[in-house]
């Protein structure tokens, strides 16, 4: 997001659980029923994007406008990791403030650039609007097409998503675990991995669907 006053990288997540960030920054997820599990921190990803940025700067400028850039480039270019699912609880009370203040909901979103914005520092004097037009031409110059199929590869995630509710649907899925085949699906529900199933009694008997590896703690299907 390019701004007069400085640009922002942002990296949007859509977490399932709940979310704790500890004193070292180690970013922990608490599913329905406490189980946890650590994962990548999304502000180191984020930064590895922001270094990224400042490399490719560096190529097309010479030794006197990199020093100059490298003055100023942390301050101008600001990171940004948005919680996109509102039901996520975020607990970073015992994170340091660096940290804290990267990481925002997304109601929060519009009011933390502002926040950024009235910032001192180099980033702080508005550019020009031809200048932030520039900027957008050369970030679109950068731009490279990558040959992916995704509506090929979602294409499972298209058909109807079923919570079964009664009894009987949770013993079809629980029949259906015999012979499983764990698959690259994630559960739309708790985003733990789906596994190949077929129903072995009730009115499914037979039939094929992906079941959640988490049952029963997570009853996901998805109907093939």
């Known amino acids: 997001m390019l701004t007069r006053q400085r640009n922002f990288v942002i990296e949007c997540k859509n977490l399932y659980g709940n979310i704790r960030v500890n004193e070292r920054g180690d970013f922990v997820r608490t599913f329905n029923g406490g189980k946890e599990e650590g ?3 999304p502000i180191t990803q984020n930064q590895r994007h922001i270094d990224l940025i400042h490399d490719l700067k560096r190529c097309d400028r010479n030794l006197l406008a990199n020093l100059m850039l490298d003055g100023e480039f942390s301050d101008r270019y600001r990171s940004l990791v948005v919680l996109a699912n509102p039901k996520t609880i975020l607990d970073d009370s015992l994170a340091d403030n660096e940290v804290r203040r990267k990481i925002v909901r997304v109601d929060q979103l519009v009011s933390s650039i502002r926040k950024m914005n009235e910032e001192s520092g180099p980033g702080r004097d508005k550019k020009a609007w031809s200048t932030v037009v520039s900027d957008g031409e050369w970030f679109l110059s950068k731009h490279a097409d990558r040959d992916i199929d995704y509506a090929a590869r979602y294409r499972p995630m298209s058909v109807p998503v079923e919570l079964p509710q009664d009894a009987a649907s949770a ?11 764990e698959t690259e699906m994630c559960c739309p529900l708790c985003g733990s991995k789906m596994i190949l199933r077929v129903a072995k009694k009730g009115k499914r ?3 094929k ?3 959640c590896s988490n049952y029963p ?5 998805v109907n093939i």
Request: glycine share 20%; charged share 25%; proline share 0%.
């Open 217 to 221: 703690k997570c009853r996901g299907i």
């Open 171 to 181: 013993r079809e899925i629980q029949e259906g675990q015999n012979g499983a085949e």
């Open 205 to 207: 008997a037979g039939q």
């Open 209 to 211: 669907f992906y079941g």
């Open 39 to 41: 994962f990548y921190s």
